[in-house]
């Protein structure tokens, strides 16, 4: 908890209030969830609050020797950004979240806060997919198109300067975040009329209670997953075999329940459902143009 505490705190609102200084490295400090380790053991974060403006330190390389920026524009850890500090995400879970995203060349991947590039960046170079990354300081855009160019992706990826919040994003097929609790939470409403089976990966924060379909650890840091459930909620006539029945479906995100019929609930998962029949058996299908569709079943929306 305390933990947890000290890791919102370090990707914390900034503004003129915050104040980000760097500690020593030190083998006791505390291994906090939401930073890097490298960032960690390199002697990075103390967060705190002040009213006397943000101090940070630069720092030039990671553990490991990643080299931050380049010879026109050197970016610290923990340097001030619109709604949260530039922290970057390990290239390690970087790969393992666009890795369970299925990221592939069909895919349009948008960073929100894109930092210097490195998720839009890995996606095109590591996956083939077509990529863009909005961010609000420009000198970290400029570096991010830069660092394209030297990665040989730059007819795949686009960077904008843009506040996150005011930003387009609906065509995204993939959305890649590391910002903060609070921030997510305000993207969640968005991010739910997205297209269905449109993934969110995640680094450190989660989406309140919308849960998580799945959690990604590498050593160092843990990332989520959500698969942009299908609106499924309403009334509708179902024919099963040579069974007829309607059933209400409530959704809460992924999970349904249903009443009025012999399904006991379910699950959705982009555009695919399964329900449970009881007895271990299940309905799996998907929501096409004219409703739900499975092997043997089919079911029709008729109400809202
Ligand atoms: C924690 S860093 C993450 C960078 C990158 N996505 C990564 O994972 O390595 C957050 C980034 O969001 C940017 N940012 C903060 N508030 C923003 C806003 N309202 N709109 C756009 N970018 C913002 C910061 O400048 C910073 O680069």
Redesign the pocket.
């Given at each position: 908890m305390r933990y947890t505490l000290l890791a919102c705190l370090i990707?914390l609102p900034v503004g003129a209030s915050a104040q980000v200084r760097l500690v020593p490295a030190s083998p006791t400090l505390p291994r906090l969830p939401a930073l890097p380790a490298a960032a960690q053991t390199a002697g990075v974060l103390e967060p705190s609050l002040s009213a006397e403006g943000a101090e940070v330190v630069p720092l030039s390389t990671l553990e490991g020797g990643e080299k931050l920026g380049d010879d026109q524009y050197r970016?610290s850890v923990g340097?001030?950004?619109?709604?949260?500090?530039?922290?970057?995400?390990p290239e390690s879970l970087?790969k393992a979240l666009l890795t369970a995203a299925k990221v592939t060349r069909n895919d349009y991947v948008v960073?929100?806060?894109?930092?210097?590039?490195?998720?839009p960046i890995a996606a095109a170079r590591d996956f083939g997919a077509r990529a863009h990354?909005?961010?609000?300081?420009g000198d970290?855009v400029a570096l991010a198109r830069r660092n394209a160019d030297r990665a040989g992706v730059r007819t795949k990826v686009t960077f904008q300067r843009?506040?996150?919040?005011e930003?387009d994003f609906s065509s995204a097929s993939v959305v890649?975040?590391?910002?903060l609790p609070n921030?997510n939470l305000k993207l969640r409403p968005k991010i739910l009329t997205m297209k269905p089976g449109t993934r969110v990966v995640s680094?450190a924060f989660d989406m309140g209670d919308w849960e998580p379909d799945e959690t990604i650890r590498t050593d160092d840091a843990t990332g989520y997953l959500w698969i942009v459930p299908a609106q499924l909620a309403g009334r509708w006539a179902f024919e099963v075999g040579n069974e007829r029945f309607t059933a209400t479906i409530v959704q809460t995100y992924q999970k349904l329940s249903t009443t009025g019929g012999p399904l006991n609930g379910g699950r959705v998962r982009g555009r695919e459902v399964t329900f449970s029949l009881g007895g271990g058996r299940e309905l799996t299908g998907e929501l096409g143009e004219t409703g739900l569709i499975g092997r043997g079943w089919t079911a029709t929306r008729i109400g809202g």
């Open positions: 990707l970016p340097q001030p950004g619109k709604d949260v500090i530039w922290v970057p995400t970087v960073d929100l806060g894109s930092g210097d590039g490195r998720f990354g909005i961010d609000y300081n970290m843009g506040d996150i919040f930003s890649t975040l590391y910002l921030l680094h």
